[in-house]
């Protein structure tokens, strides 16, 4: 038979087989997030078993596992033993398929560092990259992020991570397009999500790709699931602050003139620095330009007016710098993730 043939005869089998969405776990796995993502795949499967959402032929129907590097049971975050169903070879899985790595609880640079350090962590995004290059979908969230950075499938792509730790993410991939604000970003053959319940907001667009976006709207209302687009509104800025003296500078210089815009230049020289260091070290310590920082300190005072005060929307841009209520407004959606009367109602 010739190879065409071949290969073509192997579509067609494959396009028979169920979708196999793997669920790659670590010790140190968030239970949370393993959890949901496990009862979205499982919600999926039973909605279209039962009939209650159409989807396309050409649709697979959905599988999953669990799985380890090495085939043994891990520990999770919380000291819990998680049984496993084999380990992790790149051998059945292909196009269609999806890899699944769920939060870990590395919430902190040093927990980071000891996480990518690891022999299993080296081995796992090793056999992450193989899979992908056998045309799987490989997806990831929280702290699980590190790992899929580490395997190189980030490298010049758009991706996110858990907000707090991501001026950390920046610093050790700056490869990596990183939109921290985003909730769930889709890149070429991978997903990335936030925090560790943002996992949910990962396996919804899991489902949406492997069975189309109805059926994962119909989990989201079964499931009681919101579907977000953003965690920059669970984002504290507290975290955004730094231990780099010229960035704290310009904290200050900019809380001093919150009502007021600011050019580069007048930074730079809070910061006792020049316009290209600021923006350097602006980019290692936080993963972001020197303007974005300062947008983000404005909305975030501008988020306090807002749950604390009857002043008007219009009154709030005033007041950190915006004299055109409509600009005002679309920082506030970018940075927020909502919308300033939004913002208000939710307090």
């Known amino acids: ?25 670590f010790d140190g796995v968030a239970e949370g997030a393993l959890g949901v993502g496990l009862d979205v795949v499982g919600a999926a499967a039973r909605l279209v078993e039962a009939g209650l959402v159409p989807v396309a032929r050409r649709a697979k129907p959905l599988r999953q596992r669990v799985v380890s590097v090495d085939g ?37 640079e040093p927990a980071v560092e000891r996480l990518l350090s690891r022999a299993d962590t080296a081995r796992g995004a090793e056999l992450l990259s193989r899979v992908s290059a056998r045309g799987a979908l490989v997806a990831a969230s929280c702290s699980a992020t590190f790992v899929l950075a580490a395997s190189g499938l980030l490298a010049g792509q758009r991706a996110t991570t858990t907000w707090w730790l991501a001026p950390e993410f920046a610093r050790r991939f700056p490869e990596v397009s990183l939109c921290a604000e985003r909730m769930v970003v889709e890149g070429d053959g991978v997903l990335t999500a936030g ?23 119909m989990v989201a209302r079964y499931l009681v699931l919101d579907e977000r ?22 904290e200050r210089f900019v809380a001093a003139n919150i009502g007021r815009q600011l050019t580069l ?28 920082f300062v947008q983000r300190l404005r909305v975030a005072h501008a988020s306090h007016l807002l749950e604390t005060t009857q002043a008007s929307v219009e009154e709030v841009a005033a007041g950190v710098g915006y004299a055109d209520a409509a600009a005002f407004r679309r920082v506030f959606r970018r940075y927020a993730g909502e919308t300033p009367r939004g913002r208000r109602e939710a307090s």
């Open 1 to 25: 038979m010739a190879r065409s043939a071949v290969s073509g005869e192997m579509d067609k089998l494959r396009s028979n087989l169920a979708s196999v969405i793997t669920h790659l776990v």
């Open 72 to 108: 043994e049971a891990v520990r999770s975050g919380t000291g819990r033993t998680i049984a496993v169903d084999g380990a992790f070879s790149p051998r059945g899985v292909g196009a269609g398929d999806v890899v699944v790595v769920p939060g870990l609880s590395a919430v902190t």
């Open 195 to 217: 925090s560790a319940f943002a996992h949910a907001d990962l396996m919804l667009g899991v489902v949406a790709r492997v069975a189309g976006p109805s059926l994962a709207h």
């Open 229 to 250: 687009v953003s965690q920059a509104r669970y984002m504290v800025i507290d975290h955004l602050r730094t231990s780099d003296p010229a960035l704290r500078a310009v």
């Open 265 to 292: 230049d007048e930074l730079a020289k809070a910061a006792g620095a020049s316009a290209r260091t600021l923006a350097r070290r602006a980019k290692v310590a936080l993963g972001m330009t020197p303007i974005e």
